[in-house]
């Protein structure tokens, strides 16, 4: 895809983890520098490490850090969203572009709680965006105008790609892509560990584990890379990959990796739930 300037400046609300991935995505990108950058935290000890390592400007007033930024990513957790966007609402201005990150609060919520002459859109980023090779789903409200959609895909196609689809498939992606890392890294763990009971030093377990996923992702990212020929050039018909993987299925990997998916789809949902009650009732 091609790269779009990203709107100036990117005003990051929430310094935590996913907002420190994203600010390393995008000062990476080099389409973003880091005056480009505003961020805000609520303790000066976690400003001062966001600043030492990036050099990005830090505030600790939300309403300040809206006015006039190109595009808003709210990066709060769930509890603290909905006083975070009551701060920001008299701040924001028309045509201004507001982004969630939250994985559990839903596009009718933020709407109602949002002025109605902002854009509202909702991203569901993964930590891969540190490096620019993000898969980003995202969401668009009820009254996006189509520059606010530029500007928010400039924004994650400078951390890798953006891909646009409905709120449900969003909310299966949060299941799929946005934990996924974490269900990728276990696996890494997993085999190490299957690696030291066969007595293999745990420092050398993890290292072999570690490179085997990296080689392994890089032979995934060439060019019309399909999974199926990847394994076939492993596994010699009746060898000993082969009866690796029939272990696997016996064991009903499918059935752990589907059930892993499903109970975090439910969790998004039913927090889902829970926020849109919450939010129907005055604060
Ligand atoms: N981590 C991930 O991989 C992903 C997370 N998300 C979503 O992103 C959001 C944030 O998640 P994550 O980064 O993991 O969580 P974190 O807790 O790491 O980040 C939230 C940050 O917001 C700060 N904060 C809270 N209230 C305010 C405020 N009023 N003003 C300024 N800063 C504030 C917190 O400060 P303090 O440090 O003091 O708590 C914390 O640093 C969630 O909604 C989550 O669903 C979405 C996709 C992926
Ligand atoms: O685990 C969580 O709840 C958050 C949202 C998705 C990724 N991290």
Redesign the pocket.
């Known amino acids: 895809m091609a790269l779009h300037p990203v709107p100036s400046p990117v005003a990051l ?7 420190e991935a994203l600010i390393q995505g995008l000062l990476r990108s080099g389409l973003v520098r880091p005056s480009d950058v505003r961020v ?4 000066s000890e ?1 400003g001062e490490a966001l600043r030492s390592r990036h050099g990005v400007h830090v505030l600790m007033d ?1 309403a300040q850090a809206v006015r006039g930024a190109g595009v808003v990513l709210l ?4 509890a ?1 969203l909905r006083d ?1 966007m009551a701060v920001i609402s008299p701040a924001l201005a028309p045509g201004q572009t507001v982004v969630s ?4 609060v839903r596009l009718a919520q933020l709407e109602a709680a949002l002025p109605s002459f902002v854009s509202v859109i909702r991203a ?4 891969p965006v540190r490096v620019g090779a993000g898969v980003t789903p995202l969401t668009a409200g009820t009254r996006v105008m189509e520059a606010a959609k530029r500007a928010v895909e400039s924004v994650f196609a400078a951390t890798g790609q953006p891909l646009w689809m409905s709120e449900e498939a969003l909310t299966v992606c949060t299941g799929v892509s ?1 934990t996924g890392p974490a269900y990728v890294f276990r696996f890494v763990e997993a085999l190490a560990q299957a690696a030291v009971a066969h007595g293999m030093d745990a420092a050398e377990a993890a290292a072999l584990a570690k490179g085997t996923l990296i080689g392994a992702a890089k032979l995934l990212a060439e060019p019309d890379a399909a999974t199926p020929r990847l394994i076939a050039e492993i596994a010699t018909p009746g060898g000993i990959t082969e009866a690796g993987l029939l272990a696997m299925e016996a064991e009903g990997l499918p059935r752990v990796v589907g059930e892993a998916v499903s109970v975090a789809i439910q969790r998004t949902r039913e927090r889902a739930d829970a926020n849109a009650a919450a939010y129907s009732t005055p604060k």
């Not at 990150?101 to 559990?104: E, N, P, T, V, Y």
């Not at 569901?124 to 930590?127: A, L, S």
């Open positions: 609300l929430g310094g935590g983890k996913i907002a805000t935290v609520r303790r976690r939300n990066a709060v957790r769930q603290q975070l990150l939250s994985a559990d569901m980023p993964h930590t946005c």
